[in-house]
């Protein structure tokens, strides 16, 4: 370790990950005129776990921090399909939607994040995060070096840092991500759509990306997954057994990575109820919603933007996490409560019945289960808020 990594680098605010929440937090703040670090571990951007569906909220965020996903080759999604072994029901969504491959949207993210004037560390990884003797928040990396900040906001998504981890995921939740390019009529057939499947032990999503391809994003409780014998070939093989309509849109088609990117320990229905002064939570760190929701990116832009609006009002950190966790209580546990009836052996089986009969139901299900982002982020705004 050089003597260089002994200097402690001082800045108003420290973020620590590079992914949604940390570069919108980083991108306002610097806006503001606040001399901020975003750290990243990633040199650069890489395919993460994610059904890449972007919510009217996430759009809408997004657009405010100076992303245009249309320019990116963002695919507009217009309605959601759900299939349970043999039935499929379909409903218009009641926002706009589209889909981007987490790879370009988190580029988009950083390089806004530089042009705003963050100063960002990428290939840099947090192993430690504790409070010096003066009460400063100190970050240690890999290498050894030490920033020091009186303002961390942590955003390392799904990964924990020591002394500051979420609780254990009971259900041992695994997720997946492939992408495929599908043959032409299937590909023809999912134009402007996401597709929820369901199947004993979990669910998937399907929908276009930009490229002409198609993600499959899939998550499946550990014990469901053990039948399969922990493979991928043979989960494939079983999820496509139980959901006919899945084999209909694979038969044929290309897988286009080597393997697929998978993550396990995924607290769904996690909210943060405290926190440290000078330690503000947001994006995964803040909240996990179940996936179906496709809502996450939409609650990682909301909370950063609702920290960023706390931090310049001087709201105190734990303050600010309390506030939130009260916000996103409602949403989330309706989240929750849907996800248990896609478990449910019975309502797989009935669902898609119910839905043809009555398509309403999608409709305010979708509406329901998504974060109330403007009434949401009244309490917390401030005169200086952004
Ligand atoms: C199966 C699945 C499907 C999903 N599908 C959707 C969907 O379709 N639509 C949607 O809106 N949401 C979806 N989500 C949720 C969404 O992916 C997350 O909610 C969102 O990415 C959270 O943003 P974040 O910034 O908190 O984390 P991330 O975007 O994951 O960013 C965290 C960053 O921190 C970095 N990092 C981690 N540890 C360190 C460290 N020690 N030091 C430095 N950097 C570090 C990582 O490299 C990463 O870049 C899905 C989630 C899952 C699990």
Redesign the pocket.
């Known amino acids: 370790m050089s003597d260089l990594n002994q200097i402690p680098l001082q800045d108003e605010v420290l973020v ?7 570069c919108a937090a980083s991108i306002a703040l610097a806006r503001k005129g606040r001399h901020v670090t975003l ?4 040199a650069t951007s890489r395919h ?8 009217g909220e ?1 759009l809408e965020d997004l657009h405010a921090l100076g992303i245009d996903v249309a320019s990116r080759g963002a695919v507009p999604i217009d309605y959601v399909r759900l299939a349970a072994a043999r039935r499929a029901a379909e409903a218009p969504l009641p926002f706009p939607a589209a889909s981007l491959t987490r790879k370009s949207l ?1 580029t988009a993210l950083i390089a806004e994040a530089i042009a705003a004037g963050v100063r960002v560390e990428l290939g ?3 192993q430690a995060l504790g409070r010096t003797a003066s009460n400063v928040w100190q970050a240690t990396l890999d290498d050894g070096t030490t920033y020091e900040a009186p303002t961390v906001f942590l ?5 924990d ?1 020591r002394g500051h981890m979420r609780p254990k995921d009971p259900q041992r939740w695994v ?1 997946f991500k492939m992408y495929f390019r599908l043959e032409s009529a299937q590909a023809a057939d999912l134009e402007r759509a996401s597709e929820l499947m369901l199947y004993p032990g979990g669910y998937c ?1 399907i929908q276009p990306v930009e490229g002409g391809i198609a993600n499959l ?1 899939c ?1 499946v409780q550990r014990r469901h997954l053990a039948r399969a014998g922990h493979r991928w070939e043979n989960f494939l093989a079983k999820m496509q057994q139980d959901c006919p309509h899945l084999a209909m849109r694979l038969a044929g088609a290309e897988p286009l990575l080597a393997k697929p990117i998978a ?1 396990t320990h ?1 607290p769904y229905g996690y909210i943060r109820r405290s926190t440290e002064d000078g330690l503000y939570s ?4 803040a909240a996990v919603i179940p ?1 179906f929701t ?7 832009l909301h909370t950063a933007r609702c920290a960023v609006a706390a931090y310049l009002a001087a709201e105190p950190a734990p303050l600010f996490q309390a506030k939130l966790r009260s916000t996103l209580l409602g949403q989330m546990r309706l989240a929750e409560f849907a996800a248990d009836g896609l478990n449910n052996s019975f309502a797989r089986a009935v669902l898609p019945f119910c839905l043809r009969v009555w398509p309403g139901v999608m409709r305010v299900t979708a509406r329901l289960t998504r974060v109330a982002q403007h009434a949401a982020v009244a309490p917390m705004q401030s005169p200086a808020e952004i």
């Open positions: 620590l990950g590079g992914g949604v929440a940390g750290i990243e571990r990633e993460k776990v994610c059904g890449e569906f972007l919510s996430a988190d840099r990884s947090v955003a390392t998504g799904k990964h840092l997720a999503g994003c998550v993550i995924i947001i994006g995964d760190q996936s496709g809502d996450g990116i939409s609650i990682a």
